[in-house]
């Protein structure tokens, strides 16, 4: 369970720093100490906003990633890392986004660095908060792929991809790491025309190795990029099949559709804990703590405190920090009231 009613959690991802922006399109110029340096500063920069808003649980911001899967691919063989862009001009959306095509037998000998930025996080951060890791699930991480004669379709993909994915989990248990998150949006996305015991049969098997050595989550929201969704926004194809997930806790994706489904969540919590996004990342309306408040009553409608954690509803990377620190500022502001009035 949580490790206290109502704790108030992150995704992953959390804004760059403007500099920090700047700096990785040059990054030319600097130095391989430049740059070890420049991440350690984003790092320390992303854990202090979290801190001071004073998160329960916390993570490194991913800050040394493209998007929250994207520079997977930089640790992936047998990949032509050309960008193939179906639209380039136009109204930014999901479909601008690359894909790249697989010209050889797909290889992780580096592994994917998940258990590097946990060791990075757990040296820069201070005592109090648990620090929790993200992770593509294997067949979100399929994604930007194009299958070929080898591997033929999404599935056999994900397939090749799950064993990275599965060294990645086992690196982090034998670091320390107590919170890992494995993120598989495009499920949740897609659960409404694909099959969704095959979603659970993937998942299941890519967490095997680590069920019960630590406290597993998944992130289960319909997309952000620029702002935009791209799956069906409905948690109901999802049921009841994915109540079967290996997790101890579940993240849903509940302020950006309004609050719609909320009685769903009391399905979910049958079987684990559930992480609501109360805060809305694609919304530069900043919540009040008045806001977070009524929220989470609404959620304690349909599930008991020690079950519940708020979280904003995706990842921060796309939201202004100056708007991130604010919305998670009030979010832990509104979680301390109600748990305080109880």
Known sequence: MPSQPIQTTVIGSYPFPAWLEHATTHLDQFGAADLEEMIDDAVTIAVQDQVSAGLDVITDGEQTRLDFNLSFYGFIEGIERETISPRRWGPPAHDQRGKHRIVNTLRAPRGLGVVEEYQRLKRLAPAGPILKASIPGPYTLSGRLLSNDTYTDRYAVTEALMPFVQRELEGLVAAG?????????????YAYREDTKRFVDIFNRTVQPVVGKCRLSTHLCFGNYKGHPVGYRRIAPMLPDFLDLQVDEVHVEMANREFAEIELISEF??????????????SYYIETVEDVVARIRKCLEFIPAE???????????????WAAKRKLANMVAGAIQVRTEG
């Open 269 to 282: 919590a049958r079987n684990m804990d559930v992480a609501v996004g109360i805060i809305d990342v694609k």
């Open 307 to 321: 079950k519940l954690s708020v979280a904003p509803d995706c990842g921060l990377s796309q939201t202004a920090r």
């Open 177 to 189: 790491c107590q919170e890992i998150t494995v993120d598989e949006p495009s499920m949740s996305c």
